[in-house]
């Protein structure tokens, strides 16, 4: 369910607040299969609204949104200055690179051609932190990042040991020229007012 209600506001799993059996874990959680269909000739970003119905006629889902501070990273420009490499929009293949990312197993790693806001997102999910990017740089980038597993929130599979390497602070500030600074900032976080464990019958 929280896998649900995270898709279905373009947010975190942490950033939900609920009844107890949404976090009953992988083996314990309820997990239910979802069939739907966007009609013909909606567009993709009609699926988000279209899911948040679902969730409110199947399971009578109610709820209400807080901000709430929170530790963070706030994600700065290091004072060497940026070393990110803009994405060359003629280059070949980069079209279908676009917003495209690989994530490591044994090693966490993020590469793709993406914004920064991108970048954060994907970030926040491998750490398990909110983080806000604070750079001003707008552009799409190549982004090649690898570093060591080191921090809460990113325990490796099956208890995989990675190889010796840089912390994702050093790696973000050798590698990119950016900075990851703690801070403790307002995250809005979706509060369950009311949601069945049961969904309606088809």
């Known amino acids: 369910m929280k896998v649900l209600l995270a898709e279905a506001f373009s947010i975190k799993a942490d950033q939900i607040l609920g009844p107890g059996w949404l976090d009953g874990g992988r083996m314990l959680a309820d997990c239910f299969t979802v069939l739907a269909k966007l009609p ?3 567009a993709s ?22 901000t709430r501070v929170r530790p963070s990273y ?25 917003g ?14 993406m914004t920064l806001a991108v970048f954060s997102r994907l970030l ?3 750490l398990g932190s909110p983080i806000q990017d604070s750079t001003d740089l707008n552009g799409t980038y190549d982004i090649d990042l690898t570093w060591t597993a080191d921090q809460p929130g990113e325990a490796l599979p099956w208890g995989a ?5 840089a912390s994702v602070f050093t790696a973000i500030r050798e590698s990119l ?7 403790k900032l307002p995250v809005e976080m979706l509060i369950i007012d009311h949601i069945d464990r049961t969904p309606s019958a088809n």
Do not use: C
Request: proline letters at 8%; a positive charge.
């Open 177 to 183: 020229g950016l900075k990851l600074e703690p801070r």
């Open 161 to 165: 040991a990675a190889d010796p390497g």
């Open 100 to 113: 495209q990312v690989a994530f490591g197993f044994t090693t966490p790693l993020i590469k793709g051609s």
């Open 40 to 42: 013909d000739g909606a």
């Open 124 to 126: 926040s999910q491998r």
């Open 74 to 98: 706030l994600l700065t420009v290091d004072k060497g200055g940026s070393k990110l490499r803009q994405t060359d929009p003629d280059a070949p293949g980069v079209r279908a690179r676009v």
């Open 45 to 66: 970003t009609q699926l988000r609204p279209m899911l948040q119905n679902l969730l409110a006629e199947r399971f009578k889902l109610r709820f209400h949104k807080e």
